[in-house]
């Protein structure tokens, strides 16, 4: 047993040492091989400035001479304007003097003594006012028949048998055309239709001649009057 463990512990020993040497050999080789390929960089260099060199420019292009063109000759006639005339330089000697002729005396005038006193020429005659037609004012008139206006026929038969009587006084607008242009009643019949009526026919039937101003003509006035509403028997 002892020859057995002595010869494995030797046997050990040398693999151990082939297994060292191994590595160190890769060692060394991978050192070397570092040490071969590291080459030491350059510290940057500052930079610089500077001219760029440009190309020249392109040279002009050459300038184009267009020939004259021929121009046709005008149809038309030339007309050379005569030449100016030469003008005097002072203006025409103009004769200013005027010949003053008085026309001659009438035959039938006599000279005055010029001692004699003048006397002044009369004063034409004032003119007579020409008198002015005056007028008095006027009224309406009625030109038709005043019971003509309302008669017993415009009675209706509601009003006869309801009692309606009264006396209605009116007061008429008369135009410058002699129509009636308004109605108002001043009295009162108690009854509203007989009042209505009473202006309506009025209005309808009453013709006047105009009333007139101072001058004379035609104007629009007022005519006032009554009418009594009886029932007929």
């Not at 060394?28 to 500077?50: H, Q, Y």
């Not at 420019?57 to 267009?66: A, M, W, Y």
């Not at 006869?160 to 006396?167: A, F, K, M």
Request: charged share 20%.
């Amino acid at each position: 047993m002892a020859y057995i463990d002595s010869q494995s512990t030797a046997k050990r020993t040398s693999a151990v040492s082939g297994v060292v040497l191994i590595h160190a050999a890769i060692g060394a080789i991978l050192v070397t091989g570092l040490a071969t390929n590291f080459v030491p960089s350059d510290p940057a260099s500052p930079l610089e400035g500077g001219q760029i060199s440009l190309p020249p420019p392109p040279p002009k292009p050459d300038e184009v001479v267009e020939p004259d063109k021929a121009i046709p000759p005008s149809a038309r006639d030339i007309v050379v304007p005569p030449p100016p005339r030469d003008l005097p330089s002072t203006g025409p000697q103009l004769d200013i003097t005027r010949d003053i002729i008085l026309p001659p005396l009438p035959s039938n005038r006599t000279i005055p003594n010029p001692g004699a006193r003048i006397s002044p020429p009369l004063a034409p005659p004032v003119p007579e006012p020409t008198p002015t037609m005056t007028f008095e004012p006027s009224s309406p008139v009625p030109s038709n028949a005043q019971a003509d206006w309302i008669t017993t026929a415009d009675y209706r038969s509601a009003w006869i048998r309801r009692d309606y009587e009264g006396t209605a006084g009116f007061r008429l607008s008369v135009g410058a055309n002699g129509r009636v242009s308004d109605c108002r009643i001043t009295r009162t019949t108690g009854h509203q239709v007989l009042d209505e009526a009473t202006c309506k026919l009025a209005t309808r039937r009453a013709r006047f001649e105009a009333a007139r101003d101072g001058n004379g003509e035609k104007v629009s006035g007022t005519f006032t009057s009554s009418v009594l509403w009886r029932i007929p028997e």
